[in-house]
């Protein structure tokens, strides 16, 4: 049978590419996704590793117990070469060209202990000498042998005395390579050992969180080891371990998200497996009932059901493994192509140079195109062999059974009605207190339930609707429109199977975008009740060339400078230290949305973290201050309080903290405007004492959450697109197997005067007649779903109501825009291939 199957899909070679293609998309789809999360996990265990070097051993505390007594200690034990302490001392530098934070630490004891690489001049050895990265240098704008600024800001432990700002000079003496803090985010330089102990001494830390060993060649690891972990009493928050050990331990701190995001990508592509799979039970059943006839006459000549059964899961077999191999190469080779785009554009990130392969990256994707491609033609194989030879002589169609065509439909109606009860009642339970997973699951089984009974009810919904839009079309007059109408009816069953794989995809995509849709309104009126302030710029004596230069900015529409401090606080419920910005009730509700309008001079305005509601709040030293009535504002900054002048004056309030708060205009751009206003700030303090302005606010949040959530569904839309691309590709081989049987007619119908371009054209408004289909009654479940999951997820939250529905118009266009013009490109090929036919040789005896 091997010659047979081998004929068989040689002569159907160009039927089978689109299934292939179908099958690739998928396999790849899922080697991408295992490609790009062990690329991750791989820069994150580099990263960790360049944070502590190559050491044999490392000893960590949690709680910063380890003492200079302790590495000394550690120095002495027989087998340890080196020790080296992560003093890790924040400092600023600071020049006429800008400000910067970094890291420092001491030049590595051993070559294998240190955590940069020295490109230029030499390591700090003296007191006032500093190495600095490479990029802060050029940022700063300073080389070898300049002096730079290093600044200490030294807060006290009162709250309303201002913090200290100690600058010493320092000679750069070194060039580093790139590299940050792991952990803190911020770049890494080098000072030397005596001027570190003194600023540790100065920051009031004389302990540690970690300490790096190496070892004597030929020493036994485990056996130094155990006698560190004796020397240093390891307790529960201090521990010994290897250097590999502890730096996998780390990454995978960074990377336990990867996992979830794994799962839930490999999620969508099962969902593109499954779409695939639809495409494939479709096309192996109407290539089997082509071929009736061919292997009727196999059995009659003496072909066993068990030969013609494993013919066609042999092909399928095959198909799998090749379609599923090519799939594999494009996923390895997309992930190649996105590593060499980051080492080309992005610098110090230690991704690898080579995609990481593993045997899961191969196997997993493999069996899936596999298996799903030999499971979906295992029905079609039945088929083959469900009559007897002579009656094989008639189209498969023709043996269905009527008893199956009956239940079907009518058991998927119980499920669609099942599965939405238990999505309405979900939703119920989700309003009860303490049930909300209880309700998520039921919801997701009942989403589920419906799902497949939409599959399996599909068989009384589309056709009807092809009807339905057939009608339409065909009284818009012309033959094409006739014809296409009436052959998108003429065989329900295929026309079902092929808008089923498309329903799914777009329902997919639909219900990702309502309920990102919803979600996004829903966290806007939320940002806007929780950051009412659009910008805030604070800083210390806030001078009147940066406040105009940020007046200035395009899209400011008001400003308004606030005095701030520091006081103590204590409420009904807790004493705590909080911000005070004292500003005028007439012009803060120009910059402050939710301020209220009529604002009683001797009441302050409070944040939710310090009232929880309207009460009495006490300003001053705990114990002896002054009490207030207080007001709870939304949209203040956490722990900080507002007051008028009246009250600033009766507290006796001082100092050099200011605060400008700014409010944009309806119509700019939070992001634009915000790197405008930094840049008015950087330029406008380079080269003065005072520390650099911090630049916040709401509407920086804002953008920052819904980017990070415009993100997010642009990337799940596009994975889920690969299923409703997947889908189309099944639209255009049902199209191409349909012109094959429909050879003989169509060759009548253009003997009798149908031209080729009206051939072209019903295959084209046949293509958009299936597309449309299934676009319409996917998008109909993708909203019901979405609206039904947004109100799942966020209701119980955010009291979110069943009139919150929010129709992503923009998807839905798309959706149904892409569904026609993708329609019409799937009729391109099998069209092509109608016309090429000439008449008389159509009608010719097969």
């Given at each position: 049978m091997?010659?047979?199957?081998?004929?068989?899909?040689?002569?159907?070679?160009?039927k089978?590419?689109?299934?292939?293609?179908?099958i690739?998309?998928?396999?790849?789809?899922i080697?991408?996704t295992?490609?790009?999360t062990?690329?991750?996990?791989d820069?994150?265990?580099?990263?960790?590793?360049s944070?502590?070097?190559?050491?044999?051993?490392?000893?960590?505390?949690?709680?910063?117990?380890?003492?200079?007594?302790?590495?000394?200690?550690?120095?002495?034990?027989d087998?340890?070469?080196?020790?080296?302490?992560?003093?890790?001392?924040?400092?600023?530098?600071?020049?006429p060209?800008?400000?910067e934070?970094?890291?420092?630490?001491?030049?590595a004891?051993?070559?294998?202990?240190?955590?940069?690489?020295?490109?230029?001049?030499?390591?700090?050895?003296a007191?006032g000498?500093?190495?600095?990265?490479?990029?802060?240098?050029?940022?700063?704008?300073?080389?070898?042998?300049?002096?730079?600024?290093?600044v200490?800001?030294?807060?006290?432990?009162?709250?309303?005395?201002?913090?200290?700002r100690?600058?010493?000079?320092?000679?750069?003496?070194?060039?580093?390579?790139?590299?940050?803090?792991?952990g803190?985010?911020?770049?890494?330089?080098?000072?030397?050992?005596?001027?570190?102990?003194?600023?540790?001494?100065?920051?009031?830390?004389?302990?540690?969180?970690?300490?790096?060993?190496?070892?004597?060649?030929?020493?036994?690891?485990?056996?130094?080891?155990?006698?560190?972990?004796a020397?240093?009493?390891?307790?529960?928050?201090t521990?010994?371990?290897?250097?590999?050990?502890?730096?996998?331990?780390?990454?995978?701190?960074?990377?336990?998200?990867?996992?979830?995001?794994r799962?839930?990508?490999?999620?969508?592509?099962?969902?593109?497996?499954?779409?695939?799979?639809?495409?494939?039970?479709?096309?192996?059943?109407?290539?089997?009932?082509?071929?009736?006839?061919?292997?009727?006459?196999?059995?009659?000549v003496?072909?066993?059901?068990?030969?013609i059964?494993?013919?066609?899961?042999?092909?399928?077999?095959?198909?799998?493994?090749?379609?599923?191999?090519?799939?594999?190469?494009?996923?390895?080779?997309?992930g190649q192509?996105?590593?060499?785009?980051?080492?080309?554009?992005?610098?110090?990130?230690?991704?690898?140079?080579?995609?990481?392969?593993?045997l899961?990256?191969?196997?997993?994707?493999?069996?899936?195109?596999?298996?799903?491609?030999v499971?979906?033609?295992?029905?079609?194989?039945?088929?083959?062999?469900?009559?007897?030879?002579?009656?094989?002589?008639?189209?498969?169609?023709?043996?269905?059974?009527?008893?199956?065509?009956?239940?079907?439909?009518?058991l998927?109606?119980?499920?669609?009605?099942?599965?939405?009860?238990?999505?309405?009642?979900?939703?119920?339970?989700?309003r009860?207190?303490?049930?909300?997973?209880?309700?998520?699951?039921?919801?997701?089984?009942?989403?589920?339930?419906?799902?497949?009974?939409?599959?399996?009810?599909?068989?009384?919904?589309?056709?009807?609707?092809?009807?339905?839009?057939?009608?339409?079309?065909?009284?818009?007059?012309?033959?094409?429109?006739?014809?296409?109408?009436?052959?998108?009816?003429?065989?329900?069953?295929?026309?079902?199977?092929?808008?089923?794989?498309?329903?799914?995809?777009?329902?997919?995509?639909?219900?990702?975008?309502?309920?990102?849709?919803?979600?996004?309104e829903?966290?806007?009126?939320?940002?806007?009740?929780?950051?009412?302030?659009?910008?805030?710029?604070?800083?210390?004596n806030?001078?009147?060339?940066?406040?105009?230069?940020?007046t200035?900015?395009?899209?400011?529409?008001?400003?308004?400078?606030?005095?701030?401090?520091?006081?103590?606080?204590e409420?009904?419920?807790?004493?705590t230290?909080?911000?005070?910005?004292?500003?005028?009730?007439?012009?803060?509700?120009?910059?402050?949305a939710?301020?209220?309008?009529?604002w009683d001079?001797?009441?302050?305005?409070?944040?939710g973290y310090?009232?929880?509601?309207?009460?009495?709040?006490?300003?001053?030293?705990?114990?002896?201050?002054e009490?207030?009535?207080?007001v709870?504002?939304?949209?203040?900054?956490?722990y900080?309080?507002m007051?008028?002048?009246?009250?600033?004056?009766?507290?006796e309030?001082?100092?050099?903290?200011?605060?400008?708060?700014?409010?944009?205009?309806?119509?700019?751009?939070?992001?634009?405007?915000?790197?405008?206003?930094?840049?008015?700030?950087?330029?406008?303090?380079?080269?003065?004492?005072?520390a650099?302005?911090?630049?916040?606010?709401?509407?920086?949040?804002?953008a920052?959450?819904?980017?990070?959530?415009d993100?997010?569904?642009?990337?799940?839309?596009?994975?889920?697109?690969?299923?409703?691309?997947?889908?189309?590709?099944?639209?255009?081989?049902?199209?191409?197997l349909?012109?094959?049987?429909?050879?003989r007619?169509?060759?009548?119908?253009?003997?009798?005067?149908?031209?080729?371009?009206?051939?072209r054209?019903?295959?084209?408004v046949?293509?958009?007649?299936?597309a449309?289909?299934?676009?319409?009654?996917?998008?109909?479940?993708?909203?019901?779903?979405?609206?039904?999951?947004?109100?799942?997820?966020?209701?119980?939250?955010?009291?979110?109501?069943?009139?919150?529905?929010?129709?992503?118009?923009?998807a839905?266009?798309?959706?149904?825009?892409?569904?026609?013009?993708?329609?019409?490109?799937?009729?391109?090929?099998?069209?092509?291939g109608?016309?090429?036919?000439?008449?008389?040789?159509?009608?010719?005896?097969?």
């Amino acid at each position: 049978m091997w010659r047979l199957t081998w004929a068989q899909m040689r002569r159907n070679v160009g039927k089978l590419i689109a299934v292939g293609i179908a099958i690739a998309l998928g396999t790849g789809f899922i080697t991408a996704t295992f490609v790009t999360t062990n690329a991750v996990e791989d820069t994150a265990l580099a990263a960790a590793r360049s944070s502590v070097g190559d050491p044999d051993l490392v000893v960590s505390s949690s709680a910063y117990a380890l003492e200079d007594s302790d590495r000394d200690a550690l120095a002495a034990i027989d087998g340890v070469a080196a020790v080296q302490v992560a003093a890790n001392v924040f400092r600023e530098i600071a020049t006429p060209q800008g400000q910067e934070v970094l890291v420092l630490n001491a030049p590595a004891t051993d070559p294998r202990l240190g955590t940069t690489t020295l490109l230029e001049g030499r390591e700090p050895e003296a007191a006032g000498e500093i190495a600095l990265p490479t990029s802060t240098a050029d940022r700063l704008g300073v080389a070898l042998g300049d002096s730079v600024d290093l600044v200490s800001t030294v807060y006290s432990d009162d709250a309303s005395a201002e913090p200290t700002r100690t600058v010493e000079q320092v000679t750069l003496v070194g060039l580093l390579s790139d590299g940050t803090g792991f952990g803190f985010g911020l770049p890494s330089a080098l000072a030397a050992p005596a001027d570190l102990e003194g600023w540790r001494a100065d920051d009031g830390n004389s302990t540690y969180s970690l300490l790096t060993l190496t070892t004597d060649d030929g020493a036994d690891v485990a056996a130094v080891g155990d006698a560190v972990t004796a020397a240093v009493a390891s307790t529960d928050s201090t521990t010994v371990i290897t250097g590999e050990q502890y730096a996998r331990d780390v990454a995978a701190s960074f990377t336990d998200g990867i996992q979830i995001f794994r799962a839930l990508i490999l999620a969508f592509a099962a969902v593109a497996m499954a779409v695939a799979g639809i495409v494939i039970a479709n096309t192996f059943t109407v290539l089997v009932a082509q071929r009736t006839r061919t292997l009727a006459l196999l059995r009659c000549v003496g072909a066993t059901k068990t030969q013609i059964r494993r013919s066609v899961r042999l092909e399928a077999l095959v198909l799998g493994v090749v379609a599923s191999v090519a799939g594999i190469l494009i996923g390895l080779g997309l992930g190649q192509l996105a590593l060499s785009i980051i080492h080309a554009r992005v610098e110090g990130v230690p991704a690898p140079t080579t995609v990481p392969v593993d045997l899961a990256t191969i196997l997993v994707p493999l069996l899936s195109g596999v298996v799903v491609t030999v499971v979906a033609a295992g029905g079609a194989a039945r088929l083959a062999t469900s009559v007897a030879p002579l009656a094989a002589m008639r189209p498969v169609d023709a043996v269905v059974s009527e008893r199956s065509r009956r239940l079907r439909p009518i058991l998927g109606w119980i499920l669609t009605g099942g599965g939405l009860a238990l999505m309405v009642g979900a939703l119920v339970m989700s309003r009860v207190e303490g049930t909300f997973e209880v309700a998520l699951a039921v919801g997701v089984l009942g989403g589920l339930i419906s799902i497949v009974g939409v599959v399996m009810a599909a068989i009384t919904i589309v056709p009807a609707l092809a009807g339905l839009l057939g009608r339409g079309v065909a009284r818009l007059g012309g033959a094409p429109l006739t014809l296409a109408a009436t052959n998108s009816v003429r065989n329900p069953r295929r026309t079902t199977s092929t808008a089923t794989a498309l329903i799914v995809g777009v329902a997919l995509v639909t219900m990702m975008s309502t309920g990102a849709a919803m979600a996004r309104e829903q966290l806007e009126s939320e940002l806007d009740a929780q950051f009412a302030i659009d910008v805030a710029v604070g800083g210390e004596n806030l001078s009147p060339a940066t406040i105009d230069a940020i007046t200035a900015v395009d899209g400011v529409q008001d400003t308004v400078l606030l005095r701030t401090a520091q006081i103590d606080v204590e409420t009904a419920s807790f004493a705590t230290t909080a911000t005070v910005y004292v500003a005028d009730p007439a012009t803060i509700g120009s910059v402050l949305a939710t301020a209220p309008a009529d604002w009683d001079p001797s009441t302050v305005l409070a944040d939710g973290y310090l009232i929880s509601q309207d009460g009495p709040v006490t300003l001053g030293t705990v114990g002896e201050g002054e009490e207030f009535d207080g007001v709870l504002v939304e949209g203040l900054p956490d722990y900080s309080i507002m007051v008028t002048e009246q009250v600033a004056d009766e507290l006796e309030l001082v100092g050099s903290q200011e605060s400008l708060w700014i409010a944009l205009a309806d119509d700019a751009d939070p992001v634009d405007a915000a790197d405008a206003i930094r840049d008015a700030v950087s330029d406008t303090t380079a080269g003065t004492d005072a520390a650099a302005p911090q630049v916040g606010g709401g509407a920086i949040e804002k953008a920052g959450f819904t980017q990070v959530l415009d993100t997010l569904l642009a990337v799940v839309v596009g994975l889920l697109g690969v299923a409703v691309v997947i889908a189309l590709i099944g639209v255009a081989n049902t199209l191409s197997l349909s012109v094959v049987e429909r050879r003989r007619e169509n060759a009548l119908l253009r003997a009798l005067g149908l031209t080729r371009r009206q051939l072209r054209a019903t295959l084209a408004v046949e293509g958009v007649l299936l597309a449309a289909v299934g676009a319409i009654v996917g998008l109909v479940l993708g909203l019901v779903y979405g609206w039904i999951g947004g109100l799942l997820l966020l209701g119980p939250t955010t009291g979110m109501t069943v009139g919150s529905l929010s129709v992503p118009w923009n998807a839905v266009l798309a959706v149904l825009a892409v569904a026609v013009a993708a329609g019409v490109l799937a009729s391109v090929l099998p069209a092509r291939g109608a016309v090429r036919v000439p008449p008389v040789a159509a009608l010719a005896a097969e």
